[in-house]
């Protein structure tokens, strides 16, 4: 019997996001043995921000993380998560209740009989909406209680999870890159690089319909591929692609009054959300209370009583195990370097690389090191606030301007948010979708992503942006 190959394995049996999400916590448990401690000093600035001193890196005593001190890390990352953990179970929650009432299986029904031949419009629509969130308004996380709906959306419409996941998640990460005035990432990078505000709008923009029109047209591609031909979806054979014929009585779909007013309130919940977070600098603590609130409401609406909506935050919050588990698994990576005082070591040793480089050179690696540095440094600002004053001395010194110095650190930290398996783990535990299916999908549009951001940092380097 011929032997199969890791690649042939995994595919016919792909391995468990956590199995996937642990192998790369001992891998930075390791790294801790091997990466020689060390630390950048850190002042406040002007914002009461604090970031790295650019020149004064230097090694400390040696403090690897010991196995016991691994899980003690894991624990530590699970306690570090809770404001996402408790967003991603009281959204899914609120969606739960909705979801077993019957309001968005009847709206994608009424969706369905108005659009008929133009339903696949509504996801390039939907793309945009969120590529908008997230490039002016800085919305990542905040958008993850909409996973369900858009999955099913794409579940019904007769495509898979994959597609509604993209829908959502690779339209809102394009949006933060492409950032127009992300505040997050693009407002930290350019105070501390001493670059005015929102400055250099013009490329950006150009920059986030180049980038927005690549991932519309491979996603369609992908969905119109499988709309055709179930079989060919990558979660095929795990069943994931719906055999239900919602056309065939989508002329009788209609909402009751009940739904009706949990519809206006689901509406309700997303404008808040992004008013509050535009206006009134919402974050987690409150998106996740405005969840809390609105699925107990939901609950009233439709007439449930007390206990019964307490059981349905039992029975749709253990729905959400896994979703929570690679969270949590996730976030220890990080945590584990943090610890071992290896993450400046990391970021010292690839700014080294910059040295004595110049021109387009100093531009393309800038860029390289920016999509490096977010593996070890998933948080934007976080990583805005380490890297950019290095990036932005190295910026003077090569010749180039600062301006392009925050451009690099956008592409960077935004477009490897879909390859890492920082994020890419957690995301597929909430999409609850298998890494290698993902992986599969998503490696080619990368490559292409990645092709596109080399292209205009040349040009922005020519233009003298």
Same mark, same amino acid.
């Given at each position: 019997?011929?032997?199969? $190959?890791?690649?042939?394995? /995994? ?39 604090e970031v790295v001193i ?11 993380? $010991? ?56 996801l390039p629509i939907i ?7 997230? $490039? ?71 920059? /986030? ?94 007439? /449930? ?99 392009? $110095? ?60």
């Amino acid at each position: 019997m011929k032997k199969q $190959s890791l690649i042939q394995k /995994w595919t016919v049996d792909p391995p468990n996001s956590f199995v996937f999400i642990f192998a790369f916590i001992i891998i930075a448990m390791v790294l801790t043995y091997i990466v020689p401690a060390g630390t950048y000093d850190r002042v406040e600035n002007k914002m009461g921000q604090e970031v790295v001193i650019a020149d004064s890196f230097h090694y400390t005593a040696s403090s690897p993380v $010991s196995p016991v001190k691994m899980f003690q890390c894991v624990v530590a990352a699970f306690v570090g998560s809770a404001d996402i953990i408790f967003c991603i179970l009281f959204a899914y929650c609120f969606i739960g209740i909705m979801v077993r009432n019957g309001v968005f299986d009847t709206v994608i029904l009424i969706l369905i009989r108005k659009l008929r031949s133009r339903v696949r419009l509504l996801l390039p629509i939907i793309m945009v909406t969120f590529g908008l969130m997230g $490039s002016v308004a800085g919305l990542a996380e905040e958008t993850f209680g909409l996973f369900p709906v858009c999955i099913a959306l794409a579940v019904a419409l007769g495509y898979d999870q994959i597609v509604g996941g993209a829908i959502v998640y690779l339209a809102v990460f394009t949006g933060f890159a492409s950032a127009t005035f992300n505040p997050f990432t693009l407002g930290v990078a350019q105070s501390i690089a001493d670059v005015p505000l929102y400055s250099g709008l013009g490329f950006r923009l150009i920059c /986030w319909i180049v980038f927005m029109t690549i991932l519309i047209l491979y996603v369609m591609r992908y969905a119109d591929k499988i709309k055709k031909d179930p079989a060919k979806s990558l979660l095929y054979v795990e069943g994931a692609v719906s055999k239900r014929k919602q056309e065939t009585n989508s002329a009788d779909a209609s909402l009751t009054a009940r739904q009706t007013l949990c519809l206006v309130l689901f509406c309700i919940v997303m404008v808040s959300i992004v008013a509050g977070a535009i206006l009134f600098g919402w974050y987690i603590a409150e998106i996740t209370a405005i969840f809390l609130a609105a699925a107990i409401l939901a609950g009233i609406i439709f007439g /449930w009583s007390a206990n019964r909506i307490a059981e349905s935050f039992v029975e749709i919050g253990a729905e959400t195990m896994f979703s929570i588990l690679c969270i949590g698994l996730s976030n220890a990576i990080c945590g584990i370097m943090d610890a071992g005082c290896i993450t400046d070591t990391i970021v010292h040793g690839m700014a080294s690389v910059l040295e004595g480089t110049s021109g387009y050179l100093s531009g393309i690696l800038m860029l390289v090191v920016q999509n490096l540095l977010n593996f070890f440094i998933p948080s934007g600002p976080g990583q805005a606030m380490v890297s950019m004053p290095i990036m932005s001395s190295l910026a003077d010194v090569t010749g180039l301007s600062r301006q392009l $110095s925050v451009l690099a650190f956008q592409f960077g930290d935004g477009y490897s948010n879909i390859f890492w398996p920082t994020m890419v783990c957690m995301m597929c535990g909430i999409m609850k979708i298998p890494v290698t299916k993902w992986y599969r999908f998503m490696a080619p549009l990368f490559g292409i992503m990645v092709i596109a951001q080399v292209v205009l940092l040349l040009i922005a380097v020519g233009i003298g942006y």
